[in-house]
T-cell receptor, first 114, second 114 residues
Framework: NAGVTQTPKFRVLKTGQSMTLLCAQD?????MYWYRQDPGMGLRLIHYSVGEGTTAKGEVPDGYNVSRLKKQNFLLGLESAAPSQTSVYFCASSKAGGRGYGYTFGSGTRLTVV | AQSVSQHNHHVILSEAASLELGCNYS??????LFWYVQYPGQHLQLLLKYFSGDPLVKGIKGFEAEFIKSKFSFNLRKPSVQWSDTAEYFC????????????FGKGTTLSVSS
């Protein structure tokens, strides 16, 4: 199993450009999450989804949009990138229930906005 | 709202020293607790997790953590660290239900000198 796959792994954007980060999971997980990681800040939740067709805001949603059109994919969009969005982005997924469930993380996307 | 506090921002130890990293959370209900490790340039890996039962949890690579409900704490311990334990460590909590997002602490950087 591939688990959680994030594309691209690296990207440099100019201020004002747009882009979409793709997260794909092959574990049939219901729940998916987008986090950003910044030095000294830990991981902060941007948006999450509790199922196909649903999304919700996390702690730091401003400047981002998300979509979950298919259960296996969770897209994170930046409509007009800003230098403050320079970060490492992690996607994660988890299953709906069961004892001892866990979270599976992708390997991250390093985004630089210049 | 839930929050997680990691009191040690940077810990420096010599090999064979004992390690204890503090983690406190604020949430009055049932919680699940996690410790993740991130080696330089890599994504998050699960060290251990607590859902219920024995409050002393053993994880991978010789790590363990103790859940003390009365203190809202979940401290990570290792009796003898190795140079390869140099990494960033994150404590995380969710609200005790499958699918709820993980809330992370800001992380503790551990540097182990040989």
């Amino acid at each position: 199993n591939a688990g959680v796959t994030q594309t691209p792994k690296f990207r440099v954007l100019k201020t004002g450009q747009s882009m979409t980060l793709l997260c794909a999971q092959d574990m049939n997980h219901e729940y998916m999450y987008w986090y950003r990681q910044d030095p000294g800040m830990g991981l902060r939740l941007i948006h999450y989804s509790v199922g196909e067709g649903t999304t919700a805001k996390g702690e730091v949603p401003d400047g981002y949009n998300v979509s979950r059109l298919k259960k296996q994919n969770f897209l994170l969009g930046l409509e007009s990138a800003a230098p403050s969005q320079t970060s490492v982005y992690f996607c994660a997924s988890s299953k709906a229930g069961g004892r001892g469930y866990g979270y599976t993380f992708g390997s991250g996307t390093r985004l630089t906005v210049v | 709202a839930q929050s997680v506090s990691q009191h040690n921002h940077h810990v420096i130890l010599s090999e064979a020293a004992s390690l204890e990293l503090g983690c406190n959370y604020s949430y009055g209900g049932t919680v699940n607790l996690f410790w993740y490790v991130q080696y330089p340039g890599q994504h998050l890996q699960l060290l251990l997790k607590y859902f219920s039962g024995d409050p002393l949890v053993k994880g991978i690579k010789g790590f363990e953590a103790e859940f003390i409900k009365s203190k809202f704490s979940f401290n990570l311990r290792k009796p003898s660290v190795q140079w390869s334990d140099t990494a960033e460590y994150f404590c995380a909590v969710n609200a005790g239900q499958a699918g709820t997002a993980l809330i992370f602490g800001k992380g503790t950087t551990l540097s182990v000198s040989s």
